[in-house]
């Protein structure tokens, strides 16, 4: 995979996907056929195949299922996540039906 003017954490695994203008935190999986764009990556998360995501903030410890598509259309994106005014789009583990707990 190549991240691409993107600032990549220790940890990381981006295996056949591609990130451009972006964050990853650490310890954040990108599997293969995955696009990543305009986007901020919390530690511990995992993106499936398949994925593309554009203009998301991903919270801590979320598992995207393979195949989603978020951030390219506002209404749909508004009917399962939190959707800022300028649309960037706001995906936390619970959003997506998991039970993440923080680990201190």
Not at 23 to 29: A, G, H
């Amino acid at each position: 995979g190549m991240a691409v003017d993107s600032m990549v954490s220790g940890g990381c695994i981006i295996s056949g996907s591609v990130v451009r203008h972006s964050v990853l935190f650490s310890n954040v999986e990108v599997h293969s056929f995955s696009l990543i764009e305009d986007s901020v990556v919390l530690p511990d998360v995992s993106v499936g195949r398949h994925c593309r995501l554009k203009k998301v903030v991903l919270d801590k410890g979320c598992i995207v299922p393979e195949g989603t598509v978020i951030g390219e259309d506002p209404e749909l994106d508004a009917q399962r996540f939190e959707v800022s005014p300028n649309g960037v789009v706001l995906v936390t583990p619970e959003m997506l039906g998991q039970n993440y707990r923080y680990v201190r």
